[in-house]
């Protein structure tokens, strides 16, 4: 069984880092895509940074700059560094990965790189920045 579980998420205030980690099992991310997610009420689910499978990243105009997408293959976790953060970044956060899962819609985990939904993620975790 595939798990993904994110921690790391919070309350700071406006200008400070948090570290979210997503942590697999049962799947490495080594070689595959992953990205991470995120959703605040009212809005719709957003692409924060996403990772190819040969280890191209790419980070939505809204955290360009800020936040680092990272990975640790030995410990089998991708980590998103986030600075500088804004009251704008409060969401939950999501990690997603593994676009080969036959039958997935990936709900709105879509591999930026790949085109192809995800098939696993995890259940969030509170990211809450004031100002």
Same mark, same amino acid.
């Given at each position: 069984e595939v798990q993904l579980v994110e921690s790391g998420g919070g309350s700071v205030q406006a200008g400070g880092s /948090?570290?979210?980690? =997503?942590?697999?099992?049962?799947?490495?991310?080594?070689?595959?895509?992953?990205?991470?997610?995120?959703?605040?009420?009212g809005n719709e689910c957003e692409l924060v940074s996403t990772v190819s499978n040969d280890g191209r990243t790419y980070y939505s !105009?809204?955290?360009?700059?800020?936040?680092? /997408?990272?990975? !640790?293959?030995?410990?089998?976790?991708?980590?998103?560094?986030?600075?500088?953060?804004?009251?704008?970044?409060t969401a939950v956060y999501y990690c997603a990965a593994? !676009?080969?899962?036959?039958?997935? !819609?990936?709900? =709105?985990?879509?591999?930026l790189f790949s085109g192809r939904p995800f098939g696993y993620w995890g259940q969030g975790t509170q990211v809450t920045v004031s100002s």
């Open positions: /948090l570290r979210l980690s =997503c942590t697999a099992s049962g799947f490495t991310f080594e070689g595959s895509y992953m990205g991470w997610y995120r959703t605040a009420p !105009d809204s955290v360009k700059g800020r936040f680092t /997408l990272s990975q !640790d293959n030995a410990e089998n976790t991708v980590y998103l560094q986030m600075n500088s953060l804004k009251s704008g970044d593994g !676009d080969d899962v036959p039958g997935s !819609d990936g709900s =709105c985990f879509i591999s």
